[in-house]
């Protein structure tokens, strides 16, 4: 797969060798170039934002996804391996190649294809008669019984081929505000509530594990409050053509919503994203 590296003489961080991360911030010294890896799913690689690297294919990684913008604002050098559709397992078997002792920053979204939340949604859309209250409930029985698990043997993976770097999971928002205002997408009321309790216990288990690996979280739930489908200033993309930009973050969601939300995590200033 194509890995996309931005290379600047400068860099905003420090990270470990040269400085202390901590949670609350970065504490900066001699600069040195960042080595970050952003590893996912359609989240991160930036399917949403209706743009994309040529050579990227069905990744569909986009210049104006979150990694893209953190890395430019940092400095950083970036591999760019997240990949549209990537469960967990696909992550492992194909995200993995470029970590190293030497990389000083990763970040991770994954969990949301495990648990099928796209397939879902689809189905929550069908007409009426059809309902997704079996596609709901089978998500959330992987999301509590089955995903735990398989984030916890990532997040190992990743702190084994990458033991100096910092790890921040990325979360996923909820999606919907209860109104219905895509005609070609029927999505009750009582479903969109369903499904924003389903993000939430997405959000929950990911945190849960990341915390257990020692990683930073990211929560993207209530900074996307006020920006979900049919709000007035959207940051998540409603039914849309072609179908592949659904439902995901548009260029807003990304250069409002994700990134100074992962820079923040960093101790970073995010005024020029």
Same mark, same amino acid.
């Given at each position: 797969?194509?890995?996309?590296?931005? !290379?600047?003489? !400068?860099?905003?961080?420090?990270?470990?060798?040269?400085?202390? @991360?901590?949670?609350?911030?970065?504490? #900066?010294?001699?600069?040195?170039?960042?080595?970050?890896?952003?590893?996912? $799913?359609?989240?991160?690689?930036?399917?949403?934002?209706?743009?994309?690297?040529?050579?990227?294919?069905?990744?569909?990684?986009?210049?104006?996804?979150?990694?893209?913008? &953190?890395?430019?604002?940092?400095? +950083?050098?970036? #591999?760019?391996?997240?990949?549209?559709?990537? =469960?967990?397992?696909?992550?492992?078997?194909?995200?993995?190649?470029?970590?190293?002792?030497? #990389?000083?920053?990763?970040?991770?979204?994954?969990?949301?294809?495990?648990?099928?939340?796209?397939?879902?949604?689809?189905?929550?859309?069908?007409?009426?008669?059809?309902?997704?209250?079996?596609?709901?409930?089978?998500?959330? /029985? %992987?999301? =509590?019984?089955?995903?735990?698990?398989?984030? $916890?043997?990532?997040?190992?993976?990743? !702190?084994? =081929?990458?033991?100096?770097?910092? %790890?921040?999971?990325?979360?996923?928002? =909820?999606? @919907?505000?209860?109104?219905?205002?895509?005609?070609?997408?029927?999505?009750?009321?009582?479903?969109?509530?369903?499904?924003?309790?389903? +993000?939430?216990?997405? +959000?929950? /288990?990911?945190? &849960?594990?990341?915390? &257990?690996?020692?990683?930073? @979280?990211? $929560?993207?739930?209530?900074?996307?409050? !006020?920006?979900?489908?049919?709000? $007035?200033?959207?940051?998540?993309?409603?039914?849309?053509?072609?179908?592949?930009?659904?439902?995901?973050?548009?260029?807003?969601?990304?250069? +409002?919503?994700?990134?100074?939300?992962?820079?923040?995590?960093?101790?970073? /200033?995010?005024?020029?994203?």
């Amino acid at each position: 797969m194509g890995l996309f590296r931005l !290379r600047s003489a !400068r860099i905003a961080i420090t990270l470990l060798g040269t400085a202390t @991360f901590t949670l609350a911030g970065v504490h #900066t010294a001699h600069a040195a170039p960042a080595v970050y890896t952003a590893l996912g $799913d359609s989240y991160s690689s930036g399917v949403g934002t209706r743009t994309y690297y040529p050579d990227s294919g069905s990744c569909y990684r986009s210049a104006s996804a979150y990694p893209v913008l &953190a890395a430019a604002r940092l400095g +950083a050098t970036l #591999t760019f391996a997240a990949c549209s559709g990537a =469960r967990v397992a696909d992550v492992l078997a194909n995200q993995l190649g470029s970590l190293s002792p030497s #990389t000083t920053l990763v970040t991770v979204s994954a969990g949301g294809n495990d648990a099928g939340f796209a397939n879902v949604i689809t189905s929550c859309a069908r007409p009426w008669p059809w309902t997704c209250w079996g596609d709901i409930n089978n998500a959330n /029985a %992987v999301i =509590r019984d089955t995903l735990p698990g398989r984030l $916890d043997g990532l997040y190992r993976a990743i !702190r084994d =081929r990458a033991p100096n770097a910092t %790890v921040v999971v990325i979360g996923y928002p =909820r999606i @919907f505000n209860g109104e219905e205002c895509n005609l070609g997408a029927r999505i009750s009321p009582g479903e969109q509530a369903e499904l924003n309790r389903t +993000a939430d216990l997405l +959000a929950t /288990a990911i945190g &849960a594990r990341a915390a &257990a690996a020692g990683f930073a @979280f990211v $929560d993207a739930r209530t900074p996307f409050t !006020r920006h979900a489908v049919c709000d $007035d200033t959207e940051w998540i993309n409603g039914l849309s053509y072609p179908i592949l930009e659904s439902y995901h973050p548009n260029t807003n969601g990304h250069a +409002a919503g994700y990134a100074p939300l992962l820079l923040a995590q960093l101790g970073v /200033a995010s005024t020029a994203v």
